[in-house]
């Protein structure tokens, strides 16, 4: 029996084969972000088919990525025809799941980076230095408008359509595995350790099963948008291995002792904290009732009535 999530509504359209369906957003994903990437290494903004250069060049990543988001939508509502709520954009209080996401994300990289400097992974440089100039502020807050739409819409493509789409055609466990492998894949690059793409696995399958958990994915792009941002522009540590060349916010950090410790050049992502924290709290997520089974409705697909 077709297994749903997010919505009982019905797809008037074609949905891919779970096999397929990774593949079909990786080429949705080339395809789209493409030209805004090459523009934007033309323009200097960023390196050739690299890192962007410096807080503009990371405000402006939401060019592509808005590309993106609007051809899957598109996807969703001309090819698959079902509307963005079965996709993961549906049920009450879509910004209050959001702010509560975003502050629970920027809890938890907070609890991370605390976690590493109290055991000798950072020393601290200097006392919120970007306070000391009102231009970085501005750059600040136009980075967590960046990594809204850039977060927003990875969570929607992956966690929000792929996770739907092969839950459709097969079942919840091919839609965690399926759809963190398609996100790590697109993660890949030269500079990407085996331990870095593990972590990316294992943010994917927490990131599941918090949509598991929540039945939509507002939430969960909130907790994205403050992870990124947070880490970025409060310590002046890498994102994902990325700098965004920003004053911290709050504390500027400097890396010390093992990189198994303070994630070394990949930020704290890389470090054993994130890895056991992401882990513990995704199977925590697991352990969980769903939403809809907490206020007592049948889970979508199961044939039974609400």
């Known amino acids: 029996m077709t297994q749903m999530i997010f919505s009982d509504e019905p797809a008037k359209g074609w949905i891919p084969p779970s096999i397929a ?20 290494a033309y323009l200097g903004f960023t390196e050739p088919m690299g890192p962007p250069r410096g807080p ?26 079902r509307s963005l709520a079965s996709a993961g954009l549906c ?23 605390t976690a590493i400097a109290l055991s000798g992974g ?25 990594f809204v739409v850039q977060a927003s819409v990875e969570e929607f493509v992956f966690r ?7 839950m459709r055609r097969w079942n919840m466990t091919a839609a965690f595995i399926l759809s963190s492998a398609a996100f790590t894949f697109v993660h890949l690059s030269p ?3 085996v331990s870095a793409l593990a972590m990316t696995f294992i943010f994917a399958i927490f990131a599941c099963a918090w949509v598991r958990y929540s039945n939509s994915i507002w939430g969960v792009m909130g907790w994205h948008v403050g992870w990124n941002w947070f880490a970025g522009a409060g310590f002046d540590v890498p994102i994902t291995g990325l700098d ?3 004053p911290a916010l709050v504390v500027k950090l400097v890396p010390v002792g093992p990189a198994w410790l303070n994630g070394a050049g990949e930020g704290p992502e890389g470090s054993v904290f994130t890895l056991a924290l992401l882990t513990v709290a995704g199977l925590i997520l697991l352990l969980l009732p769903r939403s809809r089974e907490r206020e007592g409705i049948a889970p979508p697909g199961s044939g039974q009535q609400p």
């Open 244 to 246: 965004t060349g920003l």
């Open 160 to 166: 929000g359509w792929l996770f739907s789409t092969i």
């Open 56 to 81: 503009l060049g990371f405000f402006l990543m939401l060019i592509s990525f808005s590309a993106l988001g609007l051809a899957v939508a598109g996807w969703v509502c001309w090819v698959e025809k």
């Open 91 to 113: 049920g009450e209080g879509g910004l209050k799941k959001f702010l509560i996401g975003l502050a629970v994300g920027i809890a938890m990289m907070g609890a991370i980076v």
């Open 21 to 40: 369906a990774p593949f079909i957003g990786i080429f949705i994903l080339i395809i789209s972000m493409l030209p805004g990437d090459l523009g934007l």
């Open 122 to 146: 950072y020393r601290v440089a200097d006392l919120a230095p970007a306070f000391a100039s009102p231009a970085a502020l501005g750059w600040i807050a136009l980075l967590l408008a960046g």
């Open 191 to 193: 500079r990407a350790t």
